[in-house]
């Protein structure tokens, strides 16, 4: 049965009093970069599907959040995200967890996601396109690579 990632198992720490500026600029940056996951499995005008496959030592690049969505790990792995606060966060996954998120209009969440642990950290994400902000916008080659919807009658 699906669980929500209990709190137990994620280590976060507080923000630094200044970060670098090349990764404010990197942030900054990423800002606009609605690549959620490593490969664009399926978009509908309803919902995009996306796939996040990490080897141990892999990440995937700053990216941002503004629709609302959630995630399902796949596999269980550990994980680091580094957020534009300053905040970084390490969470050990089970297979089955699961994370709901929600944005209002004009909030998102820019951040990345490194794998560090020793096994492949595979999660589905499903973002829902009819939410409070509109969606970033993609490049066309990741929208090439993801499969046609089928059509229902």
Known sequence: MPHAAPQARTHESPAH???????VE?????????C?????LSET??????????????????HTHVLDYF???VTAGRARSRYADGRVAEVAY????????????GQHMTHDLENIGDTTL???????LDGANPPLPLPEA????????????
């Open 142 to 153: 990741v929208r090439a690579e993801a499969a046609p919807a089928p059509m229902r009658s």
């Open 26 to 34: 990197a942030f900054a940056r990423a800002r606009h970069n609605g």
């Open 122 to 128: 595979i999660f589905t994400t499903v973002e829902f």
């Open 71 to 73: 995630w399902t790990a």
């Open 45 to 62: 005008e309803r919902v995009r599907v996306w796939t996040i496959e990490l080897k141990p030592g892999e990440r995937i690049d700053l």
């Open 94 to 105: 089970a297979a089955g967890d699961i994370s709901h998120q929600s944005y209002g209009p």
């Open 17 to 23: 009093e200044a970060a670098p500026p090349d990764l």
């Open 36 to 40: 959620v996951g490593t490969r664009l």
